[in-house]
């Protein structure tokens, strides 16, 4: 168990609609990312948030966004989805705001399937 | 720019040694990464190198070489739970700091 919390862990939807992921990152952390993961393929970067600021943006599309809560928690929406966005989602955290020793602590995910 | 690359598959047998090979092309470099992904499940950390050499942790071992732009994971008397993807990633520092990720290697233990 790495600490970092995500729900659901399953979400069945279909296209054009919004979903909202959420996480919770190990006590302590103060760094979120965001990523996904499609099959066979590897991790994309998302987008990280730093102690309730915006930090750094990957490839996130613009009919996804996030934002970190007072409390370091953080949501991912996806909206207008599409069958392409089928994914797992995995958020991760870090006490550093750049993960100086490269330990990402990873949830378990949030298996996005889209019909 | 940045491109990452491991090869997709590897068999091995149980008890034995496997070499995971990783080269890749970045700017910036600011370090190289080896996770553990079990099917299905979370990546957990295994290995960070920032300088030339071998890290070793027990039946794990990282390799990097800066220079030639590769790095190995060496996994020693396998077992059959070490049946997993193995990822590597590197962070650079013009990236804001964000690991770039391979595509990772599956490696099946035989026994």
């Known amino acids: 168990d790495s600490g970092v919390t995500q729900t659901p862990k399953h979400l069945i939807t279909a296209t054009g609609q919004r979903v909202t992921l959420r996480c919770s990152p190990r006590?302590?952390?103060?760094?979120v990312y965001w990523y996904q993961q499609s099959l066979d393929q590897g991790l994309q970067f998302l987008i990280q948030y730093y102690n309730g600021e915006e930090r750094a943006k990957g490839n996130i599309l613009e009919r996804f966004s996030a934002q970190q809560f007072p409390d370091l928690h953080s949501e991912l929406n996806l909206s207008s989805l599409e069958l392409g966005d089928s994914a797992l989602y995995f958020c991760a955290s870090s006490v550093e705001e750049f993960a100086n020793t490269g330990e990402l602590f990873f949830g378990e995910g949030s298996r996005l399937t889209v019909l | 720019g940045q491109n990452i690359d491991q090869p997709t598959e590897m068999t091995a047998t149980e008890g034995a040694i496997v070499q995971i090979n990783c080269t890749y092309q970045?700017?910036?470099?600011?370090?190289l990464f080896w996770y553990q992904q079990h099917a299905g499940e979370a990546p957990t950390f295994l290995s960070y190198n920032v300088l030339d050499g071998l890290e070793e942790k027990g039946r794990f071992s990282s390799f990097l070489s800066r220079s030639k732009g590769y790095s190995y994971l060496l996994l020693k008397e396998l077992q059959m739970k070490d049946s997993a993807s193995y990822l590597c990633a590197v962070r650079e520092w013009d990236s804001n700091y964000q690991l770039i990720w391979g595509a990772g290697t599956k490696l099946i233990i035989k026994p």
């Open positions: 970045t700017s910036g470099f600011n370090g």
């Open positions: 006590s302590g952390d103060l760094s």
